[in-house]
């Protein structure tokens, strides 16, 4: 009888902090870019996180008009606000607080995402993921999802997790069937407060932090993450968090690196260059 060895759990390293980048996209919406900038272009298979949030109705009213994608998945999470989406396949739908849309752009759409409000605060976060390539080409879908429909937990006293996509504690958030198999977590953590956050060890990982600060890895290394700075994960299966004065709130985010190549070209993500010609072609032509 042969036995499987003993792994001893590993709590991962910050390997790198970094501060979000001012930019704007769509018709001039305000962002700040965490992922997709030239010091951070990519985490595998992570390609993009914007941060949205501003009560001045000048910084978003514009929203996005009618866009492409191929190639990969947008995610969008409502923190405050309510934003209108439409695409060219007649779907559409009302993203308000606390909603979540997990879109799989496949082969190819064309949506916009409008603001259905003229002022008040509009916060939230959309994050793109990359698809391998066996579905690059496949059939555009959703997966949508109101507040009331992410499971909330309390792992530790002092401690909430928002699920919206993984497992934690025999319970699993709402989004399934992604082939990165991510793991999204809203973490809310009360002043003075620790948590030792599973991480599959097969995942790349990071967090970025959006309220108060934290402390981060393992008591020996600690690094301090504050509001608007991400910190990318080394490797382990948990990362250790204590919450700084104010408290933190703070996104963890996991997903199963593709390892494959990336030809990039605004809303196109595939893995040739003849690839991206082929969706501007394709764009161009109307076969979206």
Known sequence: MTT??????????LTRVVRGMPASDGAGVKLNRVIGTQQV???DPFLMLDEFRSDDAADY??????HPHRGFETVTYMLAGRMRHADNHGHSGLMEAGSVQWMTAGRGIVHSEMPEQENGLMAGFQLWINL?????????????FPAAALPVLQPAPGVSVK????????QAGPVSGIATQPVYQDIGMD????????????HQAFIYVFEGSVEAGPAASRHAVARGQMAVLGQ?????????SEGARLLLIAGMPLREPVAR??????NTPQEIQQAFTDYQNGRF
Request: net charge negative; hydrophobic share 40%; with cysteine.
């Open 4 to 13: 499987a060895p003993f792994t001893p759990a590993t709590s991962r390293r």
């Open 163 to 170: 699920l919206i996509a993984g497992e934690l504690d025999g």
């Open 265 to 270: 070209y605004g809303p196109f993500v595939m």
């Open 61 to 66: 009213i514009a929203g996005f008009p009618d």
């Open 236 to 244: 382990g299966d948990h990362l250790e968090l204590a919450a700084g």
């Open 41 to 43: 272009p990519d985490i």
């Open 191 to 202: 002043e003075g407060c620790a948590w030792t956050a599973p991480v599959p060890a097969t």
């Open 132 to 144: 391998p390539a066996r579905l690059k080409m496949g059939a555009p879908r959703y997966q949508e």
